[in-house]
């Protein structure tokens, strides 16, 4: 039977005492997940809406709000959701354009001028490495947001990286007009005009 002193036997409760002691501290350390709160009224205290016109929100801990991330996801169970526009860059298609996001604050405004026939769109709340989408309600243009309660930190919220909005390609339901359309009907009155005269002429 092996024996140990009683010197080696302190060590080694030291040993596990303080590796206890970093395994906690770091479990502490990693901070709660965000829980999102929805709804059509801005509160900024927690289980309320963490942006207007809110009619449903999911938390992605751990992962951005990406293209990638949100195909492998498919937020609120939709599957074909398509990057439309994002606060901080040029991505995205820009089928629907996003407006009046100041990056960086804990609270602000966004706007669209139209969501083009779209109806299931969501709007995502980046702030370190997590998001929440908010599926929101796409009979209204604008709203408000705060990270007060969705990314608590200290007296208020965590800076916003960034907002993105996507739309889902299948929620169309009006046929957008075409760009060209009004210049090919100027067109035909043109040459019917022209046929007119001529007819009349003759």
């Known amino acids: 039977m092996a024996k140990y002193s009683f010197k ?25 997940p965000p829980v999102c ?20 929100c999911e938390v992605y801990d751990g992962i951005n709000d990406t293209q990638a991330h949100v195909a492998a996801e498919d937020p609120f169970g939709i599957t074909d959701w398509v990057l ?3 606060s901080d860059g040029l991505d995205g298609d820009h089928k629907i354009v996003l407006k009046d996001v100041v990056n960086g604050g804990n609270s602000g405004s ?3 001028d139209s969501f083009n026939g779209y109806t299931d769109v969501f709007l995502t709340l980046k702030s370190e490495n997590a998001f929440v989408a908010y599926l929101i ?9 705060t990270t007060f309660s969705v990314f608590p930190s200290g007296g208020g919220g965590k800076g916003l990286s960034h907002m993105s909005l996507y739309y889902s390609a299948s929620s169309l339901t009006t046929v957008p007009l075409p760009a060209a359309l009004p210049l090919y ?3 035909i009155a043109i040459l019917g005009f022209f046929g007119y005269r001529r007819r009349k002429s003759a």
Do not use: E, H, N
């Open 84 to 86: 439309a526009d994002k």
């Open 37 to 56: 709160g929805f709804g059509p009224v801005l509160i900024t205290s927690a289980g309320t809406a963490d942006l207007t016109t809110s009619i449903a």
């Open 185 to 187: 009907a100027a067109g």
């Open 8 to 32: 080696s036997l302190m060590y080694g409760a030291f040993v596990l005492a303080a590796t206890s002691f970093v395994a906690i501290s770091a479990q502490a350390a990693r901070p709660a």
């Open 137 to 145: 309600d796409t009979s209204i243009l604008g709203g408000d947001w």
């Open 110 to 112: 966004w706007s669209v």
